[in-house]
């Protein structure tokens, strides 16, 4: 099992250009998430998939969307991106929700926004 | 507001040296806790789920444990591969879909 993957590892954007993040699990967890990471930050949720088919925004969903494009993959897309955006980004899963079950995190993607 | 904190920041121990991390929430309902282990470059890795208060969760040299406003995660002996940032988070009684993590305690444990 790979658990958690993701893609790309490293990304460097302009300011205004737009790209996906990908995400995959073969755990075959119900909910998966995106979180961004920053320094004295912790970890933040952005989006979240409680299961195939349903997304509900997090703490800090602005200037990102993404699609639950299968009960295994979750990708995060930026539209327009900013230097703001700079950050570590990490996909998670859960088998579920209720009770709280613990998530398992990908590697991470590594953006910078000039 | 929904909060966690941990502290301190930041510890060095020798190795050998046993101490505490701790781990604080004031929620209006906690479900559950959550310790995990980062390692630099790394996503977080699962280490512990405490759900009610006197609970306690024991793997190899740490051992974590659960009161009604916080946690502990007790590392006895450390040795220096122990050394990674430790991360606490807490999910709702209310809203369960969510993880609320705190800021870590970056661990250094020197021979």
Known sequence: ?114 | EDQVTQSPEALRLQEGESSSLNCSYTVSGLRGLFWYRQDPGKGPEFLFTLYSAGEEKEKERLKATLTKKESFLHITAPKPEDSATYLCAVTLSYNTDKLIFGTGTRLQVFP
Not at chain 1, 58 to 82: D, I, Q, W
Not at chain 1, 93 to 101: E, I, L, Q
């Open chain 1, 1 to 114: 099992n790979a658990g958690v993957t993701q893609t790309p590892k490293f990304q460097v954007l302009k300011t205004g250009q737009s790209m996906t993040l990908q995400c995959a699990q073969d755990m075959n967890h119900n909910s998966m998430y995106w979180y961004r990471q920053d320094p004295g930050m912790g970890l933040r949720l952005i989006y979240y998939s409680a299961s195939e088919g349903t997304t509900d925004k997090g703490e800090v969903p602005n200037g990102y969307n993404v699609s639950r494009l299968n009960k295994r993959e979750f990708s995060l897309r930026l539209e327009s991106a900013a230097p703001s955006q700079t950050s570590v980004y990490f996909c998670a899963s859960s088998r579920g929700t209720r009770p709280p079950d613990e998530q398992y995190f990908g590697p991470g993607t590594r953006l910078t926004v000039t």
